[in-house]
């Protein structure tokens, strides 16, 4: 039995030159896999070019107009906040360290005989540090002693009472008083007046540039709310004893912030 000669790959152009219709052609196994991979390569485009067309269209954002508006109210504290200290240095850190919270202890003592509740004290640093002599030293840098020191912070919530405190903790030890913040015990009240003051400083801010534009406020788009804050004077750092030192905590600002963004029209 005789064997069958591998069919041949011809073009399609050669077939018809030989008189062979081309849907006679046989192609060999290579050539099918190109044929599909063109056409499904074809195909992939052709999609691509239909989905790019209306994304690749220009897209014309409506005209709006975006406005910041601040608002700020004046109130006056209700309460504070002492950030004090008590500090120790000795030539052991367990000397420096019993001494310290002998101090400390002193200290809370007098703030409860003060009326500051437990609740509204707070411990903000403890450490224990070594104290180094100078580099003029003829045996160069050595630790010649320990501090030990405290951080607390105390909120006294009648004013009234802020100088007496101040007094009694430095008398019984306190050797760092480092500042002194006053704030509202209720912010919400003065908040809330401080954003419609911002709201409406940004309305009336939108209002001008549409005018001086020559165009309409349309609707309102967005409202967004920035920054709020709010804080009083700090008196300066105080580490001398104090005789009932009167502290005046004069007046905290509360203040809002707010974007809004307007569509326009035409006049």
């Keep these: 039995m005789t064997k069958a000669e591998p069919a041949e790959c011809v073009t399609c152009g050669e077939a018809e030159r030989n008189g062979v219709p081309k849907e006679g052609v046989m192609l060999s196994r290579r050539g099918k896999d190109l044929v599909n991979a063109t056409r499904a390569a074809c195909a992939a485009l052709a999609t691509t070019v239909l989905l790019a067309g209306p994304a690749a269209a220009q897209v014309v954002e409506p005209p709006a107009l975006q406005v910041t508006g601040q608002g700020e109210v004046n109130v006056k504290p209700d309460m504070a906040v002492v950030r004090l200290g008590v500090r120790v240095e000795a030539e052991t850190a367990e000397e420096a360290v019993d001494r310290m919270s002998a101090g400390t202890e002193a200290v809370l003592s007098a703030l409860s005989q003060a009326g500051v509740a437990d609740a509204d004290i707070s411990t903000g640093t403890l450490r ?33 009472d802020l100088g007496g405190v101040l007094d009694a903790v430095v008398r019984q030890g306190a050797n760092r008083v480092d500042g002194v913040s006053f704030d509202l015990a209720d912010r919400s009240e003065a908040l809330a007046e401080a954003r419609r003051a911002a709201v409406a400083d940004a309305q009336a801010k939108a209002q001008v540039f549409a005018e ?36 005046p905590a004069g007046e905290m600002t509360i203040s809002a912030q707010v974007s809004l963004s307007y569509s326009l029209s035409g006049e």
């Design 128 to 160: 224990v540090d070594p104290i180094l002599s100078s580099y003029e030293s003829r045996e160069g840098m050595r630790v010649t002693g320990f501090a030990a020191e405290i951080g607390l912070s105390v909120t006294v919530r009648d004013l009234d």
């Design 212 to 247: 001086a534009a020559g165009v309409r406020l349309g609707d309102l788009m967005f409202l967004t709310e920035g920054q709020t804050g709010g804080g009083g004077p700090q008196p300066m750092m105080m580490d001398a004893r104090m005789e009932s030192v009167p502290v």
